[in-house]
């Protein structure tokens, strides 16, 4: 009976020693996940959301290395890869609309001046995190001629762009690089 027992125990030993084996290492020169494939993806879905495509992506790689078979993280990792600049244009969208503009007061101002007042406030409000990067596409100076007029108090930017697109007649389209203005 002690014979059979030992032997049994040292079987269940020998077979879950594989199962408690360390991971295979990472290739060279890159270093091993300290955290669950899941934890990784976690991290990807979250910088996606920031709008940083760039970090989604070595968060995905990261959560692959940890767990190849990780089909979430593989396929967020194409998603990401085909729509890096939507994400970040997203992005762009969602921090500069997250700034809260304490007062805009402006008065019979060109566009451009406009812009470049809203461009100095969000600069100063999110401490240089946000960059207002305004580019005015207006071959024909349709734009030109707007006079615009607004007084607002404690206003997410993006509510203050809508006003100044509404009262200059232009349209907005948020890229990766740049907030780009346009006559409708």
Do not use: C
């Not at 085909?82 to 500069?96: C, L, P, S, V, Y």
């Not at 700034?99 to 007042?117: C, G, K, R, Y």
């Amino acid at each position: 009976m002690t014979k059979i027992l030992t032997l049994v125990v040292t079987a269940s030993l020998i077979t879950q020693a594989p199962a408690q084996a360390p991971a295979t290492p990472p290739p060279a020169g890159k270093p091993a996940p300290a955290l669950s494939a899941d934890a990784w993806y976690a991290k990807g879905q979250a910088a996606e959301k920031e709008g940083d495509p760039e970090a989604a992506k070595q968060a995905y790689l990261a959560a692959l290395q940890a767990n190849p078979k990780h089909a979430n993280a593989r396929y967020s990792l194409g998603q990401v890869k085909i729509n890096a600049d939507t994400i970040a244009a997203t992005g762009r969208e969602t921090k500069f609309g997250a700034v809260i503009v304490p007062e805009f007061n402006i008065t019979d101002a060109s566009l451009q001046e406009t812009l470049d007042h809203l461009r100095t406030i969000v600069d100063k409000q999110s401490q240089g995190k946000v960059a207002a990067n305004f580019v005015v596409q207006d071959p024909k100076k349709l734009l030109a001629e707007a006079k615009i007029n607004l007084k607002l108090k404690n206003m997410p930017a993006r509510a203050v762009m809508k006003y100044l697109m509404e009262q200059s007649g232009a349209k907005v389209r948020y890229e990766e690089f740049a907030i780009v203005i346009a006559p409708q």
